[in-house]
């Protein structure tokens, strides 16, 4: 039989061989066994968010010596109606990491929630000390978590964009270094707060969307051996958005979900309805909510191109384009006007300043199957743009690349259609990075820190967007200096209780 989308702890518990067992208390100095680092070494990680991405992250981050997780948040408790990019992906990287492949069996659906997270730490690392073990705690609200769990050194934020900046500030005010996936914050202000919380109280903090990719290293190589000219654009360009989309909000009554605590999800947004067309993989499309497909992906092409290049001042203006609809009124077709969610495809245009290497200059992004005109010398040799991609053009030549800066290729005079580059692709992602130094009590290179230029820039785009207009952005001040009225969408109206 079937089991409901909603199905209890109880009965989720039942269908699980790992979680079957009567587990134990074993206190947390007995992890690590033959093979692994010292538990005095670790570093003990609360997880704050276990949806989808929480879940498939968390499979590969367990599995690192140098960590244990001892506490898990979510305000959904279980259930199996989440969204996720194949039915049994997350399932699988459960089996996979517990090395049992009967986990989830009888579960219809797409399983997350804190019971998920934390029966899957309790049996990993049940299954790594070879005894029963019940140590992970779980919790609904991650200020609850921040009050009670004070042996924690760091957590890992991997809920919706807008509680970003709220679980993070209120970390680091607890003496917490904090992991989290981009973007920092989904609204300018929350941002720049952040980024500050983080140079006052001295955490330590890494965002995901850090890392070291060869290409970057080969594309600076090229400009400053002057190949392409004077660097006059960037272009960059994504498939996203690759999840549901809406243009309004929803009208129509739904009831909460048993053991979904939906205030706790919605934290500092003002009051509303709960909706599933809110929750779980499609939040990022609504601007109380997300930050949009740029703020989705554009931190993975840009922020290691901008590290690599030494762009370290963000966009001064931003002029952006998004999709338009229509709908029908008594027979009568009208436009949407969409005021609540990103459009299902934009191009924005930032212009640059002069950087301490590179003089002014524009970056174009795209998404939803948006992308620029592909170039002559592509055209001419039959080749067409890939639906993920970036572009460098100088009044000298072009680099085309992967949407990452991978596999560049140098187009100049004489190179007709693209010259490959003759070196070998690196992508250097690894956790290690900043569990040493959170260990350590340094810098990451992905700290907070260093992203304000990225973080700023995409944030501008949001703002144009919903401005409509070209705006122009006075980055000491945070504040839009040519449309007034813009300055509102820098920052958001908060529900009492959750002011930043």
């Known amino acids: 039989m079937k089991q409901n989308k909603n199905i209890s702890r109880r009965k989720f518990i039942g269908t699980t061989a790992a979680a079957s067992m009567a587990f134990s208390i074993v206190p947390r100095h007995v992890i690590g066994g033959p093979g692994h680092v010292a538990p005095s070494d670790q570093l003990s990680i609360a997880y704050i968010g276990c949806g989808t991405q929480g879940m498939r992250e968390m499979t590969e981050l367990i599995q690192n010596p140098q960590l244990r997780i001892v506490s898990v948040c979510d305000p959904n408790k279980f259930s199996t109606n989440y969204i996720d990019w194949s039915i049994n992906g997350i399932r699988d990287n459960i089996r996979q990491a517990l090395q049992d492949p009967s986990w989830g069996e009888g579960l219809d659906g797409i399983p997350g929630g804190r019971d998920v997270g934390q029966q899957f730490v309790d049996a ?9 073990y019940k140590g992970c705690s779980s919790y609904a609200d991650f200020r ?14 991997m809920t919706p964009d807008h509680l970003h900046a709220t679980i993070s500030v209120a970390a680091m005010k607890k003496g917490k270094h904090v992991v989290i996936h981009k973007p920092i914050a989904n609204r300018m202000n929350e941002a720049k707060l952040t980024m500050e919380t983080a140079r006052t109280t001295g955490a330590r903090t890494h965002l995901l969307a850090w890392s070291q990719r060869s290409g970057n290293a080969l594309v600076k190589k090229w400009i400053q051996e002057g190949a392409i000219g004077t660097l006059k654009e960037i272009h960059n360009w994504s498939n996203r958005p690759v999840w549901q989309q809406w243009t309004s909000n929803p009208t129509e009554t739904v009831p ?15 009051e509303r309805p709960y909706h599933p067309n809110y929750t779980h993989a499609v939040f990022r499309g609504w601007y109380d909510f997300g930050g949009g497909s740029i703020a989705d992906m554009g931190h993975y092409s840009l922020w290691p191109l901008f590290m690599s290049l030494g762009i370290e001042t963000p966009a001064y203006s931003a002029e952006a384009r998004g999709t338009t609809t229509s709908t029908t009124i008594g027979q009568v077709s009208r436009g949407v006007n969409n005021t609540v969610a990103f ?15 590179l003089p002014p200059f524009d970056l174009y992004w795209y998404d939803g199957g948006m992308r620029p005109h592909t170039p002559d010398e592509w055209a001419d040799a039959g080749k067409s743009l890939p639906r993920e991609g970036m572009m460098l053009v100088g009044d000298k030549g072009k680099i085309m690349a992967g949407f990452n800066c ?17 070196y070998t692709e690196k992508t250097d992602r690894s956790d290690d990075h900043w569990i040493r130094a959170f260990k350590n009590n340094t810098e990451s290179p992905g700290s907070f820190l260093r992203a304000g230029a990225v973080t700023e820039t995409i944030l501008l785009g949001a703002v144009a967007l919903r401005a409509r207009e070209r705006v122009v952005y006075d980055t000491e ?13 820098l920052t958001r109206e908060y529900r009492k209780g959750w002011e930043l």
């Open 256 to 270: 909460i979900p048993r053991d979904f605590d939906w205030d706790l999800w919605l934290g500092p947004v003002p």
């Open 124 to 132: 990993y690392y049940g299954k790594q000390l070879g005894k029963k």
């Open 406 to 422: 991978e596999n560049p290729e140098l187009i100049t005079e004489g190179t007709g259609s693209g010259k490959p580059a003759d």
């Open 144 to 157: 609850e978590l921040l009050e009670t769990e004070k042996d924690i050194d760091a957590v890992k934020v």
């Open 343 to 357: 459009p299902y495809s934009c191009t924005v245009r930032f212009r640059f300043g002069a950087q301490k290497e």
């Open 477 to 489: 001040k945070m504040q839009i200096t040519n449309v007034a009225e813009a300055n509102q969408f």
